[in-house]
């Protein structure tokens, strides 16, 4: 039996009188590929928000790998293990590819820069960072500014500095956002090569339910701030309340 990484308990969030987040509970066991989706507006970046201790929770509790979270700032999750890609791309644009990653590495391994001291000096670093661009097929733009990256491979990188960090568990807040048809297609590959190859607890926020249903072992559906199901992927295709919560937007399971 598969224990679990992530447990949400009764968790709570609100803004200026706006219930953002609405007693949710659920848990993620350790290795699982698990997908959130709902209706815009249904509180799913602020679940990210909340586990990654960007926003404090109001009420409840956040354990991940045993230890209660809540309260701790994202710097503290991060080095639990925590990394997260976010919707729109966080990078420093002004660096290399390759140094984007390499300061993250840096970051994680707690050493120091002297800056009069180039990056290229960190040489077990600089081989770290070029084996996650590799995988992630920037290899070839190592040396490039972030700021000449297309859109999706700048997606790419902020999913590669969320890497670098070592995560155990990794939130992806719609990696496939903006991409053309053939970006998203490539993007659902990778999401699955990740999760296997730096065997992770991975969970993704995501409008298209072509990926949705091709990758994810499970599904969370948020809506209005709620938990309304969970489930294996058939399960939520046949789930009545999930079809109710999408009536009004274009036909969530067609193809399916």
Same mark, same amino acid.
């Given at each position: 039996?598969?224990?679990?990484?992530?447990?949400?308990?009764?968790?709570?969030?609100?803004?200026?009188?706006?219930?953002?987040?609405?007693?949710?509970?659920?848990?993620?066991?350790?290795?699982?590929?698990?997908?959130?989706?709902?209706?815009?507006?249904?509180?799913?970046?602020?679940?990210?928000?909340?586990?990654?201790?960007?926003?404090?929770?109001?009420?409840?509790?956040?354990?991940?790998?045993?230890?209660?979270?809540?309260?701790?700032?994202?710097?503290?999750?991060?080095?639990?293990?925590?990394?997260?890609?976010?919707? @729109?791309?966080? !990078?420093? %644009?002004?660096?290399? &590819? =390759?140094?984007?990653?390499? *300061?993250?590495?840096?970051? /994680?391994?707690?050493?120091?820069?002297?800056?009069?001291?180039?990056?290229?000096?960190?040489?077990?670093?600089?081989?770290?960072?070029?084996?996650?661009?590799?995988?992630?097929?920037?290899?070839?733009?190592?040396?490039?500014?972030?700021?000449?990256?297309?859109?999706?491979?700048?997606?790419?990188?902020?999913?590669?500095?969320?890497?670098?960090?070592?995560?155990?568990?990794?939130?992806?807040?719609?990696?496939?956002?903006?991409?053309?048809?053939?970006?998203?297609?490539?993007?659902?590959?990778?999401?699955?090569?990740?999760?296997?190859?730096?065997?992770?607890?991975?969970?993704?926020?995501?409008?298209?339910?072509?990926? @949705?249903?091709? !990758?994810? %072992?499970?599904?969370? &559906? =948020?809506?209005?701030?709620? *938990?309304?199901?969970?489930? /294996?992927?058939?399960?939520?295709?046949?789930?009545?309340?999930?079809?109710?919560?999408?009536?009004?937007?274009?036909?969530?399971?067609?193809?399916?």
């Amino acid at each position: 039996m598969m224990k679990n990484i992530l447990q949400l308990k009764n968790v709570r969030k609100s803004f200026d009188g706006f219930l953002a987040i609405d007693d949710v509970s659920f848990a993620v066991a350790e290795g699982e590929l698990s997908a959130i989706i709902g209706p815009n507006g249904a509180g799913k970046s602020t679940l990210f928000n909340l586990i990654t201790g960007y926003y404090e929770i109001d009420r409840g509790e956040i354990t991940y790998a045993g230890i209660n979270i809540k309260g701790r700032g994202t710097e503290a999750i991060v080095r639990e293990g925590v990394g997260r890609s976010f919707q @729109v791309s966080s !990078i420093f %644009q002004e660096e290399t &590819v =390759l140094d984007n990653v390499r *300061l993250a590495r840096l970051a /994680k391994e707690n050493k120091t820069r002297n800056f009069r001291s180039p990056l290229e000096k960190f040489e077990e670093t600089t081989e770290s960072a070029y084996r996650i661009l590799e995988s992630l097929g920037l290899g070839n733009q190592a040396e490039r500014y972030a700021y000449e990256l297309a859109h999706g491979d700048q997606k790419l990188l902020d999913i590669g500095i969320a890497l670098a960090l070592e995560p155990r568990l990794l939130l992806l807040d719609e990696p496939t956002a903006g991409m053309s048809p053939e970006e998203r297609i490539q993007t659902t590959h990778l999401i699955e090569k990740l999760w296997k190859e730096y065997d992770l607890t991975l969970i993704f926020i995501e409008h298209d339910m072509d990926l @949705v249903f091709e !990758i994810a %072992q499970w599904i969370r &559906v =948020l809506h209005q701030g709620s *938990l309304l199901a969970e489930g /294996k992927p058939d399960e939520i295709r046949e789930n009545a309340d999930v079809i109710g919560a999408y009536l009004g937007e274009d036909h969530l399971w067609e193809g399916y």
